[in-house]
């Protein structure tokens, strides 16, 4: 059962006393519906063996009785209302046929039926308190002061909520910035992943746009305020995020869908099977035992569980290959999808920049791993996402790195040191040579940041730094769009050149490149109006509105925000991106298990439903029957248990 994040106010928490850690996580027990669960589930768990093993019935009675009522008071009291309100649902159905199942005997399925109802319950209240969790805490990217510049240059520190559009604001090196705004003063980079999904640091000057939530580099800024708190791009993903969980269709497990008609039906039809023949002057035992036969054969005890073994079992089984699926309903959903968008940075690529290529120039004649050596060595005391990036790179290589001397940085230019007596500047290639080298520009045609390498003042040589596409990316993109039918989209918030070089590598043919959340999620509405039933997967802040718009969303899970892993359906737990077209088969098998199902479970309700009517069938044979039907759909939905079933879905999803 998929939930509806219903939109609540959302406040910044007050500042933690020293010491203590807010809690922002709902505890799994804190919700009623998993405490009635968990007791259930207990209880049956205790009495199941003791029947089984000829244990006396005072033993394992009672076990049975606190399993019915704590698992079954809560969805019969709220079928009991929705009857007051003329309206009949398959929870109170169950109820009724678990009561009537405990009434000739057959306790344990009864008590079996009520656990698996209270499970999902609890699940579904458990899904929908980790999301409020989630949005609630997303505004803790943004600080909760800034320090705001008075006309005379005096500095106050006051809460962001304070700060009107025209106050300008000090972003101080390794902070975050308080407020969406414009920099008037300072040089510096921005850690804007959260936002825009940009693998690296952005430069930022005079002129430059900043977020709200997003990290300072080495620079300090001075940053006019553009936007209030409450309209802030962080804000707006909030919003976003929550208007789109309440308006996604709800959604409902294929027997569900014909369960008021069912529910109607069944009960419409006992009554008649028990006045009918009284009216004819039948014995009230007699007519009385009929209705109450018709009432176990025709119960949708069979149907119910026809639906939940496959897709209950193809959750167990994505689970032990690393593939967290959070309901039935997501299960059965994920094989609807008939069209796919893709993020780019730590979705189709691994999130984390890398030297792509080391290119000496003319002039020092320095070979490729002296050049790399030299970059590492003066790169190494920084903490910069490029700088980390020279340094693993120079030991991926087995290069010893000299120390190094004299080490300055200079926010949007670079660093510079001494390396084994030689003065060595790393950075930007248009502030540290009069006018960017032709193989700089190549470079960064290609899509890639380039690095410029300064020895004694000469240019030695050229790094290129770019996100590293996943291995897999390319295999999982053509077997999406033959599972589909379609080819997937990519839909990004880094820089044009970067995508359209990813996009060709991994295989992807539409690219929008350049966007902000409401972009993304406006893409995937657009998608959606036009008819298609859209398969989201991402990872960031930025992914979360469109995860919670699209009829199907997955998380890469290693790196993936709060935000996203509780927003998205699906969580790919290992990061493995082969493991989505893998599910999407796996789904779509269990779904064909699920008609099966059906129609072997409506063939054996139909069949005795008949006998009774039309002939005099025994109650112990009915119930047999029925009991016979549910244990050959429950035995055929097991079935995706086993190994083969994942290898027979990788293999459908790998084509």
Request: net charge negative; charged share 20%.
């Amino acid at each position: 059962m998929t939930s509806t994040l219903t939109p609540q106010p959302v406040h910044r928490a007050e500042p933690a006393s020293a010491g203590a850690v807010p809690r922002r996580r709902t505890r799994v027990l804190a919700l009623p519906e998993a405490r009635w669960a968990t007791a259930a589930t207990v209880s049956f768990l205790l009495a199941l063996p003791l029947q089984l093993t000829g244990a006396p019935a005072w033993t394992w009675g009672p076990l049975y009785a606190l399993a019915y009522v704590t698992g079954g008071w809560e969805p019969g009291w709220e079928g009991l209302k929705a009857l007051r309100e003329r309206t009949l649902d398959v929870d109170l159905l169950m109820v009724v046929a678990a009561l009537g199942a405990a009434a000739i005997g057959q306790v344990m399925d009864g008590a079996l039926l009520i656990v698996i109802f209270a499970t999902s319950g609890a699940l579904e209240a458990l899904a929908t308190a980790r999301t409020a969790d989630s949005v609630r805490g997303l505004l803790d990217l943004a600080p909760a002061t800034a320090t705001r510049l008075a006309p005379d240059g005096s500095e106050q520190t006051v809460p962001v909520e304070e700060l009107a559009v025209g106050d300008t604001v000090l972003v101080r090196p390794g902070e975050r910035v308080g407020a969406d705004g414009l920099v008037l003063d300072g040089t510096s980079e921005a850690d804007q992943a959260t936002i825009t999904g940009e693998p690296l640091p952005v430069p930022k000057t005079r002129g430059d746009e900043v977020f709200a939530g997003t990290l300072n580099g080495t620079g300090a800024l001075r940053v006019r305020v553009e936007r209030d708190a409450s309209d802030s791009v962080i804000a707006r993903i909030v919003r976003m995020v929550q208007e789109a969980s309440e308006t996604k269709a709800p959604t409902q497990l294929f027997i569900e869908k014909v369960e008021q008609r069912y529910s109607l039906g069944m009960v419409a039809a006992t009554l008649a099977v028990f006045l009918v023949p009284l009216a004819f002057g039948a014995q009230l035992t007699d007519a009385l035992l009929r209705a109450m036969t018709f009432m176990i054969v025709a119960s949708p005890c069979a149907v119910v569980l026809a639906t939940m073994p496959p897709l209950l079992s193809a959750i167990a089984n994505a689970g032990r290959h690393g593939v967290l699926v959070k309901s039935a309903v997501v299960m059965e959903r994920i094989g609807q999808v008939d069209a796919v968008a893709l993020d780019k940075t730590g979705t189709l690529t691994e999130g984390t920049p890398r030297v792509t290529d080391v290119r000496p120039l003319p002039g020092p004649g320095l070979s490729e791993d002296e050049v790399l050596t030299l970059a590492a060595a003066a790169e190494r005391p920084s903490e910069h996402p490029l700088a980390r990036a020279v340094v693993d790179a120079a030991r991926e290589r087995g290069l010893a790195l000299p120390e190094a001397a004299d080490f300055t940085s200079a926010p949007g230019v670079g660093v510079s040191a001494v390396v084994a007596g030689r003065t060595v500047a790393v950075g930007a290639p248009a502030r540290l040579a009069d006018g960017t080298p032709g193989p700089a520009a190549e470079l960064e045609a290609s899509g890639r940041t380039a690095v410029l390498v300064v020895v004694d003042g000469v240019p030695a040589g050229l790094l290129g730094i770019a996100d590293r596409l996943r291995p897999d990316a390319a295999g999982t993109v053509a077997s999406l769009a033959r599972l589909t039918g379609a080819a997937p989209v990519l839909l990004t918030g880094d820089n044009e050149r970067a995508a359209a070089r990813l996009a060709a590598e991994a295989g992807v043919a539409e690219v929008r490149a350049g966007l902000l959340p409401q972009d993304k999620l406006a893409a995937v509405q657009e998608m959606t109006d036009a008819g298609r039933k859209v398969l989201v997967v991402g990872d960031g802040v930025n992914d979360a509105p469109a995860l919670a718009a699209a009829h199907t969303g997955i998380a890469m899970g290693r790196a993936g925000s709060d935000l996203a892993l509780e927003t998205a359906d699906a969580v790919i737990v290992r990061d493995e991106l082969a493991a989505v077209p893998a599910t999407v088969a796996l789904s779509r098998r269990a779904r064909t298990l699920v008609v099966q199902n059906l129609v072997i479970a409506g063939v054996f309700i139909a069949g005795l439903v008949v006998w009774d009517l039309a002939g005099d069938l025994p109650l112990p044979l009915g119930v047999a029957g029925h009991e016979g039907s549910t244990v050959l759909v429950g035995l055929n939905g097991l079935r995706l248990l086993r190994e083969s079933a994942w290898r027979r879905a990788t293999a459908e999803g790998s084509g």
